[in-house]
């Protein structure tokens, strides 16, 4: 059984397209993250929940909107997506807050978009 | 602020040799921790080893050790005897305590892509 899993793997769409990305975590965890890699690798957080609520919002466009419908569940929609929005978007959980050094993330496989 | 510096874009190593990939880091808080991370070419994000600010020890997991230098705020690791597999993305990662206070992120470096030849 996959611990954190993502769907879809690949998405490939339309710029002012609506899309969303799913996740779900089976390793009853209570934080939830959404990360993103850009094409230089380079992976930053956008989005945490902790039991469905926001604690960590950083400067990400309001076109993306994060859905919590509960502690197992973190979507990610995103609206009238751009060329720039392309990257591998990341969904992640830890056991806690984030509040301690060693609380690690478990990651997904990541979904791939690419905004034509 | 915080800050992760990972100064080898890239690195080749022999099959069967040992590899070190360089990590510092930047941090005003006595406590926090390190991370290690793969992402093979297949994607996924791979935890390796922990180092906490205070273990006396360096953390070692399998072929995987970390050189904890925290005078000199380095994190380096080390993989003993590369294989094949061990060619992918590395990337260093750090995170704060902050006990009572704001959730703190896990702040990433922008990686080592490490190749192993046969």
């Known amino acids: 059984d996959t611990a954190v899993s993502q769907t879809p793997k690949y998405l490939v769409t339309q710029m002012g397209n609506d899309k969303s990305i799913k996740c779900e975590q089976n390793?009853?965890?209570?934080?939830m993250y959404w990360y993103k890699q850009d094409s230089k690798k380079f992976l930053k957080i956008m989005f945490s929940?902790?039991?469905?609520?926001?604690?960590i919002n950083e400067t990400v466009p309001n076109r993306f909107s994060p859905k919590s419908p509960d502690k197992a569940h973190l979507n990610l929609h995103i609206n009238s997506l751009e060329l720039g929005d392309s990257a591998v978007y990341f969904c992640?959980?830890?056991?806690?807050?984030?509040?301690?050094?060693?609380?690690?993330?478990?990651f997904g496989s990541g979904t791939q978009l690419s905004v034509l | 602020a915080q800050k992760i510096t990972q100064t080898q874009p890239g690195m080749f190593v022999q099959e069967k040799e040992a590899v070190t990939l360089d990590c510092t880091y930047d941090?005003?808080?006595?406590?926090?921790?390190l991370f290690w991370y793969k992402q093979p070419s297949s994607g996924e994000m791979i935890f390796l080893i922990y180092?906490?600010?205070?273990?006396?020890q360096n953390a070692t997991e399998g072929r995987y050790s970390l050189n904890f230098q925290k005078a000199r705020k380095s994190a380096n690791l080390v993989i003993s005897a590369s294989q094949l597999g061990d060619s992918a993305m590395y990337f260093c990662?750090?995170?704060?305590?902050?006990?009572?206070?704001?959730?703190?992120?896990?702040?990433f470096g922008t990686g080592t892509l490490l190749a192993v030849q046969p």
């Open positions: 941090t005003s808080d006595p406590s926090y921790g």
């Open positions: 180092q906490g600010s205070y273990d006396q």
């Open positions: 390793l009853g965890h209570d934080t």
């Open positions: 992640a959980s830890s056991q806690g807050k984030g509040l301690v050094a060693n609380e690690k993330l478990f």
């Open positions: 990662a750090m995170r704060e305590d902050n006990y009572g206070g704001a959730t703190n992120k896990l702040i």
């Open positions: 929940y902790n039991n469905k609520e926001l604690i």
